[in-house]
């Protein structure tokens, strides 16, 4: 059981570039989230997503796109990365309602723009 | 909507004391509360919650909170601290209802003196 998984761990992009961040999990987990970490702020949602096919906004959305096509996976699609988008990303799972919204993170994805 | 505040950005304690982290919250209704605990370059792993009930909540590595209503509190303790249980601990808020409501507070970051 690998729980949720995130790759890269580290990627280094110019201004401008695109990139996609994977995340996945194997525990059948509805609810998938998207959650950047700057020093001093915790943790802001930036999209989340309540079933395959259901996406919504979060806290800090622009610039960020996500899709949800099965239940394992959760991509967080950069369009064109700025020096603000520095920063590192979490994904999560929960099992929703049931578990009190309860979260299992990945290991996270530190991103630099340069 | 909820928020919630972690007075204490550092704490440094010695191996052996006592521990507690603060964690004040608003919200106008009965909230779910979370810890987390994030050890260095690691994602986030839940230490324990509170849904309901019983006031007081035990959870792994020998942590427990108290849920204080009129205080509008849900504070970390450590009857006696390890060296490995330095970390940065997040204190998070839920509302029932809405997955996307779950709000981390700033996080402090426990030092331990050997």
């Known amino acids: 059981n690998a729980g949720v998984t995130q790759t890269p761990k580290f990627q280094v992009l110019k201004t401008g570039q695109s990139m996609t961040l994977q995340c996945a999990q194997d525990?059948?987990?509805?609810?998938m989230s998207w959650y950047r970490q700057d020093p001093g702020m915790g943790l802001r949602l930036i999209h989340y997503s309540v079933g395959a096919g259901i996406t919504d906004q979060g806290e800090v959305p622009n610039g960020y796109n996500v899709s949800r096509s099965t239940t394992e996976d959760f991509p967080l699609r950069l369009l064109s990365a700025a020096p603000s988008q520095t920063s590192v990303y979490f994904c999560a799972s929960s099992p929703g309602l049931a578990g009190g919204y309860e979260q299992y993170f990945g290991p996270g994805t530190r991103l630099t723009v340069t | 909507a909820q928020s919630v505040t972690q007075p204490d950005i550092h704490i440094t304690v010695s191996e052996g004391a006592s521990l507690e982290l603060r964690c004040n919250y608003s919200?106008?209704?009965?909230?779910?509360l979370f810890w987390y605990v994030q050890s260095p370059g690691q994602g986030l792993q839940l230490l324990l919650k509170?849904?309901?009930?019983?006031?007081l909540v035990q959870g792994i590595k020998g942590f427990e909170a108290e849920f204080k209503r009129s205080q509008s509190s849900f504070n970390l303790r450590k009857p006696s601290v390890h060296w490995s249980d330095a970390a940065e601990y997040f204190c998070a808020v839920g509302a029932r209802g809405s997955y996307d409501k779950v709000i981390f507070g700033p996080g402090t970051s426990l030092s331990v003196i050997p």
């Open positions: 509170y849904f309901s009930g019983d006031t």
């Open positions: 919200y106008g209704a009965t909230p779910y």
């Open positions: 525990m059948n987990h509805e609810y």
